[in-house]
């Protein structure tokens, strides 16, 4: 089950150099029950926590479980650490939660499916004594009690390997001897004991094979429940971060409404773009009105110029009737004219790969060339300077909306770091029962990503208020100003887009925090 060979533990270098153990080799049979003794200093706890790769050798070789500790990889302590159970002097029991739930924590975190998770800590439970006091909490127990939901807690995996480190050095000699009683009978069902003690008379009482560490030197004498795990423990956290939460999902809110709202602005100016760009004009004023037999000849040599979608052909006469339709009352003045004063034209169309300034500009100078023409006159350049106006308005509302997303962000880290800080000890519990590193992480993520999508979906929220309520009152402008009927919201793909970035932003920021945290 254990074996150590030649292993010796060295801390600091050059001369500062203090040794913690010299050239330790022994081996512990399965279902041994083994006592490892020394005074305070000697080594133990060193010597113990090299066992659960928490410390490695300088040299020597360890081989605990089946695993080659020298080799082992680090994403393979987990597995190691599963066939572990561990009792300290102080419990270590999470605050915060029940004995029940100190015991069930380390089945959630391995990925015990649900249903056996209630089964298996209460026979821990009952197996120590301690199943009447389930649904106490730390501070309402005695010490030798929080000891019992330690060592609960400890064997609730049913570990072949149980390592006790100085479990009742805090207890009364009562309390210690219902504690080593308790450990005797796990022995007997034949898991592996280590148990480390500084005191002599427990080593006399327990009447076990004895390793005796003398200044560092030895001498004989998971599934489903894991999903469901992680997202308890996102929203626990969520929780947990009180009022930075709150601000990381505000700040969040406010980034993603401000972008959202220039990209609403910015998604209708795009409409009246296209809507300007397919009404664009060209027109040409001829010298004299051809004879009615040449007009079909002058237009197809219009077309024969290349990148136009329709012409029209547009007499004096019809000139001079448009004219008295847009006068209205005023149009008796017209027909005071001695003559028609107005020529006739040609309305040029150009198709969409010349509707820009450029392809305007070259039509133009064709036109210009035709023998027939005495001016032309129109183009898209103030089409072109909306949609230029729209790009810069799309640069200052990314800009604007980029400053607020990096505030979120660090929010976001902060209110992440704030609850790492307060998970400390039940990270500590999940890394020593063998909890995959992802399962220890992935809350702080999941806990970024729940303050995205919630500020996303309140962002999202506040847009469409404020769309409900100013799109009446501007939509009678809107023909006027800008040639559209009405203005639209996002559509549901933008939408899910929006809450998406909302989300992509805590986790951003809860990636940030756990990269920030020593595994």
């Known amino acids: 089950m254990i074996r150590l060979q030649g292993v010796s533990k060295v801390f600091g270098d050059g001369r500062s150099r203090v040794p913690a153990l010299v050239d330790i080799t022994f ?25 659960y790769r928490a410390e490695r050798p300088t040299e020597g070789e360890i081989e605990v479980a089946g695993f080659d500790l020298s080799t082992l990889r680090r994403r ?14 102080d419990a270590k029991l999470l605050a915060g939660r029940t004995v029940f739930d100190n015991v069930a924590f380390v089945l959630r975190v391995l990925g015990t499916p649900r249903r056996e998770i209630t089964p298996l800590a209460f026979a821990a439970l009952k197996a120590v004594g301690l199943s009447a006091r389930a649904q106490a909490h730390p501070h309402q127990l005695s010490q030798g009690e929080a000891q019992r939901a330690a060592l609960a807690r400890a064997i609730v995996k049913a570990p072949p390997l149980l390592i006790a480190d100085e479990p009742t050095g805090n207890l009364d000699d009562d309390m210690a001897g219902e504690i080593l009683e308790l450990i005797k009978d796990i022995g007997r069902r034949g898991t592996t004991v280590l148990f480390a003690t500084h005191q002599a008379k427990l080593v006399g009482l327990l009447e076990r094979r004895t390793l005796r560490l003398e200044r560092g030197a030895p001498r004989e004498g998971r599934g489903l429940s894991v999903t469901s795990f992680l997202m308890s423990e996102a929203l626990r956290d969520l929780r947990r971060a009180g009022r930075v939460g709150v601000s990381a999902i505000l700040l969040i809110a406010l980034s993603l409404a401000a972008l959202g709202g220039f990209w609403l602005l910015s998604l ?17 004023y001829l010298r004299e009105e051809p004879p009615a037999v040449k007009v079909n000849d002058l237009l197809r040599r219009i077309e024969a110029l290349g990148g136009i979608q329709r012409v029209r052909y547009v007499s004096k006469n019809e000139a001079l009737q448009l004219l ?31 509707a820009t300034p450029e392809g305007t500009r070259e039509l133009v100078r064709r036109l210009t060339a035709l023998p027939e023409v005495e001016d032309v ?31 979120a962000i660090l929010t976001v ?6 609850v ?13 029962v063998g909890a995959a590193e992802s399962v220890i992480r992935l809350p702080r993520l999941l806990q970024g990503m729940a303050q995205g999508l919630v500020a ?40 899910l887009g929006l809450i998406g970035g909302g989300t992509a932003l805590g986790a951003i920021g809860g990636l940030l925090a756990t990269r920030q945290t020593p595994a």
């Open 324 to 354: 008295k339709r847009s006068l209205g009352g005023q149009a008796d003045v017209v027909d005071q004219l001695p003559r028609n004063p107005l020529p006739a034209s040609v309305e040029v169309t150009p198709d969409s790969d010349r």
């Open 413 to 418: 880290t902060t209110a992440t770091t704030l």
């Open 76 to 89: 393979e302590i987990p597995q190691l650490r599963r066939s572990i159970g561990i009792v300290f002097q």
């Open 377 to 407: 006159q129109g183009g898209a350049q103030w089409v072109e300077g909306l949609a230029q106006f729209q790009r810069l308005f799309q640069l200052v509302g990314l800009g604007v909306g980029a400053v607020l997303a990096l505030a």
């Open 27 to 51: 081996s512990v049979d399965p279902g041994d029950f083994v006592v490892l003794y020394g005074a305070s200093g000697a080594g133990k706890t060193t010597l113990l926590r090299m066992l």
């Open 420 to 432: 790492l800080h307060l998970r400390r000890d039940e990270m500590e519990i999940m890394r020593l």
């Open 268 to 284: 209708n100016l795009g409409r009246a773009i296209g809507q300007w760009r397919d009404r664009v004009r060209v027109v040409v």
């Open 456 to 495: 996303g979906t309140l962002a999202l929220a506040v847009l469409e208020v404020a769309f409900a309520l100013a799109a009446p009152r501007l939509e009678p402008l809107l023909p006027v100003t800008l040639g559209l009927q009405r203005a639209v919201f996002l559509s549901f793909p933008q939408m």
